[in-house]
């Protein structure tokens, strides 16, 4: 009896098992023909791993479809390049307002239509340089000089002694130039580049687009800097992405040990399809057009950097970071160690890429000591930080004493002022333009580094000096406007680039809040002064 029911309870607990198991074959086979109508119904992408920004031709992934999402995020801490491409779907939803890939918010009192394009238009805007003579420009160009493609189809350059003799019908020898031969030959005692120069866009694309044949380490400098060459013998500058664009440097970081910023030096569409980063856009809007045309793009660290490189010791600092990106840290002053390597998504890097000036061979220029650089000490203080009364020593002395030179440096001072730039020790002019011709913007990768703050220490030529372009002052005014506010102008300025938006909101508000603050200053200049054209010195005359 016994042995009869623990054989039937066998039977009953194998008949249970068969059950449950079946029911659970079931329901998964429900589930199977129910997933497909689901996913069609929320619209959802079948392709969406390329939204991971990964390359499929990327070499250090041999099936990109199993990558990880996670390890991407994992390690986005090391380096912010892709951070637009890499969130994945639906991630915008939670995203910071203003962050990477995210439409800024719209912004209260902002009026429909171009406001760069009405700027533009302005008269203070269309006030005409003076005549460009053969001796204001930095090159004679020889109309015999040609260049050509080769017959093959490359991009590579000949000489004039192997071009065609003839040229097409209603071309000239200038049309041969590649485009940063167009815009060297473009420079001239007061400007770079014109305002609304047809070149700029060709060239800006080159600069994003254009394949590299060479990268190599820039010498000197305190941070890692790469020289790129392309096929047409063009050159670029580029700066890799450091930090997010939303990291404020630290309150207790010394200005001479913060990271330059690549998003100081990406370029973004402007009125007449200008492609100009922040600092270039914020020249633009202020007129002032004196530095390289700069573009935003995004590299292939294995493919434009590594794998072509011929520096030995930048070669030597590649490797694989943990969560399989590529990475690399070459050799500079400063943050060039594993701990701060740059690191690409698997490969792919954000940067800024500056077209290079003529080579110094060909157009020398004069590097000069700003009388208001600080001492780059941590204890010591600079003499105008301790004499209210520098700027009359600094009057009295060349070239200070004739010209224009103190009133250009003061136009920089309010530039640095608007983006917190801290770090403006030397500008540069072109030598063959003497003392009479404007300065050099270079090297604004430390701007922007501060929006919460501002550093009223960087106005100090403007507050002990006490003058300042009329023209200047103007456009201030007008950019203090609601219908050309400054940060309207700068957002719109950088909302089509492709690695937008370039700047987060809060460096947008602190640039209206900022230019309230010169305002002020010159407001109190001219209470104080018993003439007023010693404070707005007139720069115009009757050319407005």
């Known amino acids: 009896m016994r042995c009869r029911l ?44 390329k939204a991971s920004g990964v390359l499929s031709g990327s070499p250090m992934l041999a099936s990109p479809k199993k990558l990880s999402l996670r390890i991407l995020q994992d390690f986005s801490g090391s380096n912010g390049s892709l951070e637009k491409s890499s969130q994945p779907q639906g991630a915008g939803l939670h995203a910071r307002a203003g962050g990477p890939g995210v439409p800024h918010q719209h912004r209260e009192g902002q009026t429909k239509g171009s406001k760069l394009a009405a700027l533009f238009e302005h008269p203070l805007y269309n006030i005409p340089i003076p005549k460009v003579t053969e001796k204001d420009k930095l090159f004679v160009v020889n109309s015999m000089e040609k260049f050509s493609l080769h017959s093959s189809g490359s991009d590579e350059w000949v000489s004039s002694s192997k071009a065609e003799t003839l040229l097409p019908t209603g071309k000239t020898a200038y049309d041969t130039y590649p485009t940063w031969l167009k815009f060297h030959v473009g420079i001239n005692r007061y400007e770079l580049y014109p305002r609304q120069d047809p070149l700029m866009p060709t060239l800006l694309r080159d600069l994003a687009t254009k394949r590299i044949i060479s990268s190599v380490q820039k010498s000197g400098g305190t941070q890692l800097k790469l020289i790129m060459t392309f096929p047409n013998y063009g050159q670029a500058l580029f700066k890799p992405m450091k930090q997010t664009r939303d990291q404020e440097t630290p309150i207790d970081v010394f200005y001479f040990s913060d990271f330059e910023r690549h998003n100081a030096e990406i370029d973004s569409k402007v009125a007449e399809k200008f492609l100009l980063h922040p600092t270039s856009s914020l020249l633009l809007i202020l007129d002032f057009r004196r530095i390289p045309p700069v573009s935003g793009r995004l590299v292939n660290i294995t493919k434009e950097i590594r794998d072509i490189t011929t520096d030995k010791k930048l070669a030597k600092t590649f490797f694989i970071s943990p969560a399989g990106n590529v990475c690399f840290y070459g050799e500079c002053s400063y943050y060039c160690s594993t701990e701060h390597a740059l690191c690409g998504k698997p490969d792919l890097l954000e940067g800024s890429m500056a077209a290079l000036l003529p080579d110094k061979t060909l157009a020398k220029r004069r590097s000069w000591r700003s009388p208001w650089r600080r001492s780059y000490h941590k204890s010591k203080k600079a003499e105008w930080e301790l004499n209210p009364n520098y700027c009359t020593q600094v009057r009295e002395t060349p070239p200070y004493n004739r010209g224009h030179r103190l009133l250009d440096l003061i136009d ?90 370039i700047l987060a909101e809060p460096h947008l508000q602190a640039l209206d809040r900022r230019l309230g603050k010169v305002l002020v200053v010159v407001g109190r200049c001219l209470a104080r002064a018993a003439h007023p054209d010693e404070v707005l010195v007139d720069d115009v005359g009757s050319r407005l």
């Open 6 to 49: 623990q054989t039937l309870f066998q039977r009953k607990f194998k008949v249970s098992l068969l059950f449950l198991l079946l029911l659970a074959l079931l329901v998964h086979l429900a589930m199977d023909l129910a997933l497909p109508a689901a996913h069609k119904a929320c619209g959802c992408n079948a392709k969406a791993p």
């Open 412 to 501: 920089m001072t309010v530039l640095d002022f608007l983006m917190g730039n801290m770090d403006r020790h030397h500008y540069e002019t072109f030598e063959k333009f003497g003392n009479d011709t404007f300065l050099l913007h270079l090297d604004n990768g430390r701007g922007f580094g501060t929006h919460s703050r501002d550093e009223l220490s960087i106005l100090a030529p403007l507050q002990q000096c006490c003058s300042i372009k009329k023209s200047t002052y103007l456009r201030l005014q007008l950019l203090a406007t609601q219908p050309y506010r400054l940060s309207d102008l700068l957002q719109e300025a950088l909302a089509t680039d492709p690695l937008a938006p």
